[in-house]
């Protein structure tokens, strides 16, 4: 008899909500009847307890990712006339920050084994205009944070961690966030530590940088309705930090299960030729946001064949990402030419993530690469 195949989605939020459902909605219902739905007791637990589990004595909360990454630079004095060295290959919001506060970023080329920025090509990038180094751990895979930070201190540079795909993440002993002077975090929901809306947050060990930051956060004001800087409106919404609060219970466990999820896809793909698993960092561990292969000697075509025939074949999968910064039409003017950055230009035409959460099931991981294998004979 055949076995009824149903379709593996990349991701399913679902599944994770059933298990903890009553959890969460009595913390919501609890905020929707305290009639406190800006700042708050609760806010102001969720934002204690992260940064205890990140490892920093100051964590500011705010609405996104993004407004992390723009409060971090702004908090350390970046602006226009300033260069920042980051990735390429990351999310636009780890640049788009860059831009928003006037400064320029510096993109330096990835390692193809880690798809993290090369630390090894920093210290060429930098110029008297650097002000900071801003390294992201993609796909939850953490960068040689000893390697960045022996340069950052060699030219006194401040380090700040775009951690948003890196939610528990350790380098060594210390998670990620808790290294460069900020960490910037992201609790949109495909996150490792994902809300039900935007979240966002910011940790350090600098008071400095913290008291800054909340000043920023909060229209520059420490007083109210007295405003000493112009600043922004970035909240984390009660209600979201409630979730987060039940959630954050859970991610160790989660980020484990991850883990697992990604030694099963090594060895199912140990003898798939031609596609190529990336390489857990020597020294770091990974909490695999995504499971990102790449399709060898692809350059974009033949990657995008085996998408669609895959999907086609019940498996999905998705391409993150296949224009680079450096390539987007809105840097054109930063003027990059085509091969300036030759890893990450293969690797946009080359990676191919695959389906990843914490429930996807041995069954459905061997479908995957069934189907992968299966497709891939055809082209
Ligand atoms: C998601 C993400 C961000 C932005 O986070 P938002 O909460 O969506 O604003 C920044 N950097 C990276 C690498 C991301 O993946």
């Known amino acids: 008899m055949n076995k009824v195949i149903s379709p593996v989605p990349p991701l399913d939020l679902t599944q994770q909500y059933a298990t903890i459902e009553s959890d969460v909605s009595a913390a919501v219902l609890a905020v929707l009847s305290s009639g406190q739905y ?10 204690a307890q992260f940064g205890d589990y990140i490892g920093t004595t100051e964590c500011i909360v705010c609405n996104s990712g993004t407004d992390a990454l723009y409060l971090a630079l702004r908090a350390l004095g970046i602006g226009p006339g300033d260069e920042v060295i980051t990735s390429p290959f990351t999310f636009i919001a780890t640049a788009e920050a860059v831009s928003a506060v006037g400064a320029v970023p510096v993109f330096v080329d990835i390692e193809l084994e880690t798809l993290n920025l090369n630390p090894a090509l920093i210290e060429q990038a930098i110029t008297a205009k650097t002000k900071a180094i801003l390294p992201v751990h993609i796909f939850g895979q953490p960068v040689d944070m000893d390697a960045v930070i022996a340069v950052a201190e060699a030219h006194q540079l401040p380090v700040i961690e775009d951690c948003a795909q890196a939610t528990g993440a350790q380098w060594g002993k210390k998670r990620v966030g808790s290294i460069g002077r900020v960490g910037c975090f992201s609790f949109f929901p495909t996150k490792n530590l994902g809300g039900c809306g935007d979240g966002g947050a910011l940790t350090t060990n600098d008071p400095e940088i913290a008291a800054t930051a ?11 309705y007295h405003h000493e800087a112009i600043g922004i409106n970035s909240r984390l919404d009660a209600v979201q930090a409630a979730i987060l609060k039940v959630k954050l219970q859970h991610l160790e466990k989660w980020n484990t299960q991850r883990q ?10 140990a003898d798939v030729r031609g596609v190529k698993s ?6 770091g561990s990974s909490v695999w946001n995504q499971y990102t292969v790449l399709i060898e000697n692809s350059t974009g075509e033949k990657r995008d064949r085996l998408r669609e025939k895959m999907q086609s074949n019940g498996v999905s999968t998705m391409i993150y990402y296949p224009v ?3 390539q987007q039409s809105v840097y054109s003017d930063l003027g990059y030419a085509a091969g300036s950055l030759p890893n990450t230009e293969q690797a946009a035409g080359e990676v191919l993530a695959l389906p990843m959460f914490p429930e996807l099931t041995v069954d459905q991981q061997e479908q995957v690469v069934s189907t992968l294998k299966a497709v891939l004979k055809t082209l």
């Open 324 to 326: 680079p910064l450096h």
């Open 38 to 47: 800006i700042n708050g007791p609760v806010v102001e637990s969720f934002s």
């Open 214 to 224: 909340k000043l920023l956060r909060d229209h520059g004001s420490k007083v109210r």
């Open 260 to 269: 697992i999820v990604a030694s099963r896809y090594e060895q199912l793909l």
């Open 278 to 283: 990336p390489r857990a960092t020597q020294g």
